[in-house]
């Protein structure tokens, strides 16, 4: 590893910790926080929800980790949910770039616009067997009524006064095992991979999903550019991996495909749907770090996977 390396490792992770927001990719022109991402990313989920026999209108749904962007929220309270609850650690939302993606995705849905494509955002998973506009969920008739002024007014002002008593957008800052609230859905986006504690995130979540409920995350398990091979994250030893960590909230718990299957079976989810992103490793296996050297052929060739799974 060269030395501009290690310096940027060192500022990175000792001397700027967490400072990114969605905010401040949108800024950069990166994709996170605009209307088509969000768009693109909310009707996937619930397409293959719908193929899957699941409910494709919950009334009440939790996010995992969207920063500050409220995209996934709004794409979610313009087709109905009803109450939208977000877990994350941000702690403020930039309005103005929220108000800018609701004229957006007002514009995407009530043109009935086809699901922006892999042509687009070629890194989005999961895929789907063809992008037009899912009109045998999301019809007309509906989106017309989910498209009144008075809903769109109502939606804008969540905006203004999220978090207040009377917004349906909520922000907790903190997992809890014990909460008020009862969700039909969890979702997140490339998200469960940064957390560090997942025996007690999987316990809370099954533990806040409603009878019937299920979840729909897409998780990546690539090195998220901490190494310069998608798997290099699985050589670092333990000791350097705390030295990459440094300071930083948010970081990859280095989880293998394997793990989180297991958890998902411990807290008692059934598997609807599952599908796996194969890439070939990038080094032999005998480079692998030690705690990694038992990893399965399987885990070596999941760079991510998307999966639906309902609580029984």
């Avoid at 030395?3 to 969605?22: D, E, M, Q």
């Avoid at 939606?155 to 008020?180: A, G, L, P, W």
Wanted: proline residues 3%; glycine residues 4%; hydrophobic residues 35%.
């Amino acid at each position: 590893m060269s030395i501009l390396r290690l310096l940027k490792i060192f500022i990175r992770s000792y001397l700027l910790p967490n400072t990114k927001t969605y905010s401040e990719y949108g800024r950069k022109g990166l994709i996170k926080n605009t209307a088509r991402y969000c768009y693109s990313v909310w009707l996937r989920h619930i397409v293959i929800a719908n193929k899957n026999g699941l409910n494709t209108k919950p009334k009440s749904v939790a996010e995992i980790g969207p920063g500050d962007s409220l995209g996934m929220a709004l794409c979610a309270l313009i087709t109905g949910v009803e109450e939208y609850t977000i877990f994350d650690s941000q702690k403020n939302i930039n309005k103005e770039v929220n108000y800018k993606i609701l004229d957006d995705l007002i514009v995407l849905f009530r043109n009935m616009e086809d699901i922006p494509n892999e042509n687009e955002f070629p890194e989005i998973r999961p895929k789907l067997d063809n992008y037009n506009f899912p009109k045998e969920i999301l019809s007309k008739s509906y989106l017309k009524k989910m498209l009144s002024n008075v809903r769109l007014k109502n939606i804008r002002r969540y905006i203004d006064s999220f978090n207040s008593d009377n917004s349906k957008i909520k922000y907790i800052f903190n997992f809890e095992k014990k909460i008020n609230s009862k969700f039909d859905l969890f979702i997140s986006q490339a998200v469960l991979e940064h957390i560090d504690n997942l025996e007690e995130f999987f316990f809370f979540m099954r533990n806040a999903l409603k009878e019937n409920g299920y979840v729909s995350h897409q998780i990546d398990l690539k090195s998220h550019n901490i190494s310069s091979k998608w798997d290099g994250h699985w050589q670092y030893s333990k000791i350097f991996w705390k030295v990459l960590r440094g300071n930083r909230l948010w970081f990859i718990n280095r989880y293998t495909y394997s793990e989180y299957i297991k958890l998902f079976d411990k807290n008692r989810f059934r598997t609807v749907f599952i599908e796996r992103n194969i890439k070939i490793p990038s080094f032999n296996k005998s480079k692998l770090a030690k705690e990694f050297k038992s990893m399965s052929d399987i885990d070596r060739h999941t760079s991510g996977f998307f999966i639906q799974a309902e609580i029984f």
